[in-house]
């Protein structure tokens, strides 16, 4: 599936195991992030991802997610411009509550994402 020009997949879609080679990567508000987030994501708010490329594996398969899904696209289109084989999660973070995936918080409180 494809938005546009930009590879997309719907949250169900996600790998279930995430690894070295299988990132999420959360670009979401640190706020948005410590009320909750997918177990194993890397977190780098998406106005850092410039300056923190070097933080993500560039032979990695990278899916990029947001709360609704505008600003992983942006990301995605970024990303694989610069080499990277990435994916936007379609719906972003809502979905992937939707749809039953696996949630934590920061400081052990209740994740949510809506």
């Not at 594996?57 to 411009?81: F, I, P, T």
């Amino acid at each position: 599936m494809s938005f546009g020009d930009v590879p997309s997949v719907p949250a169900a879609e996600v790998p279930a195991e995430l690894s070295d080679s299988v990132i999420l990567l959360d670009v979401r508000e640190d706020e948005e992030w410590a009320e909750g987030h997918a177990p194993g994501a890397l977190h780098i708010p998406m106005v850092d991802v410039p300056a923190r490329m070097a933080e993500i594996d560039m032979d990695a398969e990278v899916y990029v997610v947001c709360r609704s899904g505008g600003r992983s696209m942006r990301v995605v289109e970024y990303l694989n411009q610069v080499g990277f084989d990435a994916v936007n999660v379609v719906d972003g973070m809502v979905a992937w509550q939707k749809c039953g995936r696996p949630l934590t918080a920061d400081g052990g409180g209740s994740a949510k994402i809506y």
